[in-house]
């Protein structure tokens, strides 16, 4: 009986060491609320076969950061020695622990391995599978929606589940709670959340006449002596102790990123012709076109309204004789027609970087077709070609006049991108974009009729990506008509008339990031001198409407550095204007790297990537803006003060200083 017992407890044991224990789940992902103008349909039919996307999460992001600062820091041994492009690849891609998991896990509930496809950027684990399949793996139901406005189906659930030893391999799941991209998107009715793209935008005021020159510009040679009413190459060079460019390495040219406006060949040749005699007729920008989209329009056009035109003017004037490589991005029928879109910068990503079109980070997996343009565009007049992925090497400078409120993007999907300016600035790439215009709002309707936050439209709207805390966010300055290039600059704010009545450089504090530690000794010398009187938060899941704070005191400061954009002269539609905008800045900070970036090449060293670290290092290599506030929002903004400030950031170019300090590191 004794015996009998032994060989029965020995059996269960083997029995139990056979059956596998049972998996335990997890939920994963739970939709919040009902997906915009979408309806929920029937069940999907059990026999119906789905394309399931299982994204991996990305490897090392929590050292994103530490590992540029390795490369871009000034105190660092490996200062300058930037990642290849496969380093980059191999070091945030998903670890082969997680890929063998979830192929494991697949394999275990019947997905045979030969069904499972490995994407080429190990971003992703890819198969068909029957919706019960589907269903029974990730403990859901799988429904169909219904567009609201068009006969288009997308598939989701309201929640699936993962097993719990696989919640750290697994970013998200298609089809899931973000429901499964159409082929075609279709034209919505525009909403406010919609419309919060612009551009930090150059706005055009009327010509200056009749204007006196004042006795202490009598003393300056006359192509300096009405600086403060025109703003042109010789007054920047001026202004800036820019020298005259002689340099131009093949390696080198500048980039500038333009959407839904196209530069005028005709308006380009007026401007050297007027104001930059020693370029040369005929010289524009090398083409990078992306997704369909046009390299120029004739003057006139509609889709000219002056942004690629001042931006190309002002960096060919002060590089050239290096060249300008033009991204333009988008075919025409998303911009500016297509309201159903908020996108900026995901397609021109996707084309340098052809892993971005689909890796996951932050439960988002390449373009979102709720935000981003879908390719091909079936539509009459658009591009039917597929989305074009890593076809452009990026330039060692890119310039952005572009941005919107960052509180019109989801914070994830800024998340992604923001990673991938990282990526960049891992390759040695400098990424620079213009601030914003309208001080510490966004652009009036955006949010609130002024352009603010929360109920009483009195929340201070940051602008993205200068939240970023990858990107070197570039703010404008201007000098006063009774000024000279020899006085010391303001903030610029200029009152335009209309809905630019408050035109103001942009600067302010994130929502979505915190503030790197390269920042945070400038920032902390700041608060203590300002002595703000505005009540603040300290968090990133504050409630707009019961937050009694203006601003997030903890968040990504910007604007890093500042440049002139006021009173620049230039040609649109063959006609001579001024402008006005952090849209000008941009470009003339971006042209001031390029410029550095020649010697530095020249001398046998690489450029000078990521720049932050080592301005925030060294101040003393840019003028001090100590003048002007950024208005918004009811109040006077911040002001510029002594040392970093959220108007003007570290302050303009001092180009001898800049260059000295950039040729004496590795």
């Known amino acids: 009986?004794?015996?009998?017992?032994?060989?029965?407890?020995?059996?269960?044991?083997?029995?139990?060491?056979?059956?596998?224990?049972?998996?335990?789940?997890?939920?994963?992902?739970?939709?919040?609320?009902?997906?915009?103008?979408?309806?929920?349909?029937?069940?999907?039919?059990?026999?119906?076969?789905?394309?399931?996307?299982?994204?991996?999460?990305?490897?090392?992001l929590d050292r994103g950061y530490d590992y540029l600062m390795e490369v871009a820091h000034p105190d660092s041994e490996k200062y300058g020695k930037y990642w290849t492009a496969e380093e980059v690849h191999d070091a945030f891609a998903p670890s082969a622990e997680a890929v063998d998991a979830v192929r494991d896990w697949l394999h275990a509930a019947g997905i045979d391995p030969s069904r499972i496809v490995h994407s080429d950027n190990k971003g992703w684990l890819a198969f068909d599978a029957?919706?019960?399949?589907?269903?029974?793996?990730?403990?859901?139901?799988?429904?169909?929606?219904?567009?609201?406005?068009?006969?288009?189906?997308?598939?989701?659930?309201?929640?699936?589940?993962?097993?719990?030893?696989?919640?750290?391999?697994?970013?998200?799941?298609?089809?899931?709670?973000?429901?499964?991209?159409?082929?075609?998107?279709?034209?919505?009715?525009?909403?406010?959340?919609?419309?919060?793209?612009?551009?930090?935008?150059?706005?055009?005021?009327?010509?200056?006449?009749?204007?006196?020159?004042?006795?202490?510009?009598?003393?300056?040679?006359?192509?300096?002596?009405?600086?403060?009413?025109?703003?042109?190459?010789?007054?920047?060079?001026?202004?800036?102790?820019?020298?005259?460019?002689?340099?131009?390495?093949?390696?080198?040219?500048?980039?500038?990123?333009?959407?839904?406006?196209?530069?005028?060949?005709?308006?380009?040749?007026?401007?050297?012709?007027?104001?930059?005699?020693?370029v040369p007729q005929g010289t524009y920008p090398i083409p990078a076109l992306i997704d369909g989209a046009n390299f120029s329009v004739p003057a006139g056009s509609a889709l000219n309204t002056g942004e690629s035109d001042i931006d190309i003017d002002l960096a060919t004037a002060l590089i050239y004789p290096q060249a300008i490589t033009l991204y333009q991005v988008d075919d025409q029928l998303y911009e500016p027609e297509e309201v159903a879109t908020t996108n900026l910068f995901n397609t021109f990503l996707d084309a340098l970087d052809g892993s971005y079109c689909t890796y996951s980070a932050y439960g988002e997996t390449g373009d979102d077709p709720k935000i981003d343009p879908v390719y091909p565009d079936h539509r009459p007049g658009g591009y039917k070609g597929k989305l074009q992925c890593g076809i452009y090497k990026p330039t060692n400078v890119i310039s952005a006049s572009y941005g919107q409120a960052e509180a019109d993007l989801p914070p994830n999907y800024t998340k992604r991108q923001c990673n991938e300016f990282m990526k960049l600035g891992l390759q040695g790439h400098s990424i620079l974009f213009a601030s914003g215009d309208y001080g510490v709002a966004s652009f009036a309707g955006d949010g609130g009729p002024n352009g603010c936050l929360g109920p009483d439209h009195k929340i201070f709207s940051p602008q993205y990506p200068s939240n970023c805390p990858y990107v070197t966010s570039v703010g404008g300055t201007m000098i006063y008509p009774d000024q000279t290039v020899k006085d010391p600059e303001s903030v610029m704010h200029v009152n335009l008339g209309g809905t630019a009545s408050n035109f103001s450089t942009a600067g302010g504090f994130s929502n979505y990031f915190p503030q790197p530690e390269y920042q945070k000794r400038a920032v902390e010398k700041y608060f203590k001198k300002a002595k703000l009187d505005y009540p603040y938060y300290s968090e990133f899941e504050v409630n707009f409407n019961t937050t009694k704070g203006l601003y997030n005191r903890i968040g990504r400061a910007y604007p890093d550095v500042a440049a002139n954009g006021a009173q620049f002269r230039a040609y649109t539609d063959g006609f001579d204007y001024h402008y006005y905008g952090s849209s000008l800045a941009s470009p003339l900070f971006a042209s001031v790297l390029n410029l550095i970036n020649e010697e530095r090449l020249a001398i046998g060293k690489g450029p000078v990537g990521f720049v932050n670290p080592v301005l925030y290092e060294n101040p003393h290599v840019l003028h001090d803006i100590k003048n002007g506030t950024n208005a918004g929002c009811g109040t006077y903004g911040f002001a510029a003060i002594e040392g970093w400030d959220p108007a003007s950031g570290l302050g303009t170019p001092d180009y001898p200083k800049m260059k000295k300090l950039f040729l004496d590191l590795p």
């Open 130 to 278: 029957y919706a019960h399949e589907a269903e029974g793996l990730f403990k859901t139901k799988f429904f169909e929606h219904n567009h609201m406005s068009s006969e288009s189906t997308k598939i989701g659930c309201d929640e699936y589940h993962l097993p719990q030893h696989l919640r750290d391999h697994v970013d998200y799941v298609t089809p899931g709670v973000k429901l499964t991209p159409v082929l075609k998107k279709h034209k919505k009715a525009k909403r406010a959340s919609q419309l919060g793209k612009v551009k930090a935008n150059a706005v055009v005021a009327s010509e200056v006449h009749d204007v006196l020159i004042s006795e202490k510009a009598k003393g300056l040679s006359p192509d300096l002596q009405l600086c403060g009413y025109n703003m042109t190459p010789t007054c920047i060079k001026a202004l800036y102790k820019l020298p005259d460019a002689t340099k131009a390495n093949k390696h080198n040219s500048l980039g500038l990123y333009e959407q839904g406006d196209y530069f005028a060949k005709s308006d380009l040749d007026l401007f050297y012709k007027e104001y930059a005699p020693w």
């Open 1 to 60: 009986m004794l015996l009998r017992q032994v060989y029965l407890t020995l059996a269960i044991a083997a029995l139990s060491e056979a059956v596998p224990a049972p998996i335990k789940h997890v939920l994963h992902e739970k939709r919040d609320k009902a997906a915009l103008d979408w309806v929920k349909g029937n069940r999907v039919e059990s026999d119906a076969v789905l394309p399931v996307r299982i994204g991996l999460s990305q490897n090392n």
